[in-house]
């Protein structure tokens, strides 16, 4: 115990993250999930979704598993995905936040924790859109030097979505 406190006091400290607080921490991290996913689903730029991920990003996914270990395996899926959905019928999903799921919670000297559910759509080349599944996730983000910067992802509790009465 004395050596892991020894160790830790010879570490230097770390750099000080000033985080937002309350609804400004919300309504940040809002913002940001939404660029996020709106880049992920809609966008094929991976270059800018490169930028909101930490080197050591992780993903973790209740069907896929072990989705990535690192920004730059999970951009070349990110890439490949692009790739696919350029062709003409090739399916083509948008997630959407529910907004009344939505929690953040701030850690301190780091940056904060989102989690809520959201729903996903899908639709077949250029056809109609339909409510394909509901799911839970949860989200670590870094405040890095002012950007946030998503680092690890847990996506679980996938479900179909219920059909319409």
């Known amino acids: 115990m004395l050596v892991a406190l020894a160790l ?8 000080e993250v ?7 921490l919300t309504a940040a991290l809002a913002a940001r999930d939404a660029e996020f996913f709106a880049l992920l689903f809609e966008a094929c730029d991976a270059e800018a ?9 992780e993903m ?5 598993g072990v989705v ?14 692009c790739t696919e959905r350029q062709a003409p019928n090739a399916w083509r999903s948008r997630r959407e936040l529910v907004a009344a799921t939505l929690n953040v919670h701030p850690v301190p000297g780091f ?5 809520g559910e959201h729903l996903f759509y899908e639709r ?4 109609p859109e339909r409510l394909a599944g509901h ?3 949860t989200q670590l983000w870094r405040l890095d030097g002012g950007a946030w910067k998503l680092a690890r992802v847990f996506s679980y509790a996938h479900r179909a979505a219920e059909p319409a009465e």
């Open 8 to 15: 830790m006091a010879a570490q230097p400290a770390a750099a």
């Open 18 to 24: 000033t985080l937002p607080s309350g609804e400004a």
């Open 49 to 57: 979704l490169g930028s909101m991920l930490t080197s050591d990003f």
């Open 60 to 64: 973790y996914h209740d069907r896929g």
């Open 68 to 81: 990535a270990r690192t920004a730059a395996e999970f951009l070349a899926g990110y890439r490949e995905s």
């Open 111 to 115: 940056g904060a924790i989102e989690d």
């Open 124 to 127: 077949q080349g250029e056809g």
């Open 135 to 137: 799911a839970r996730f």
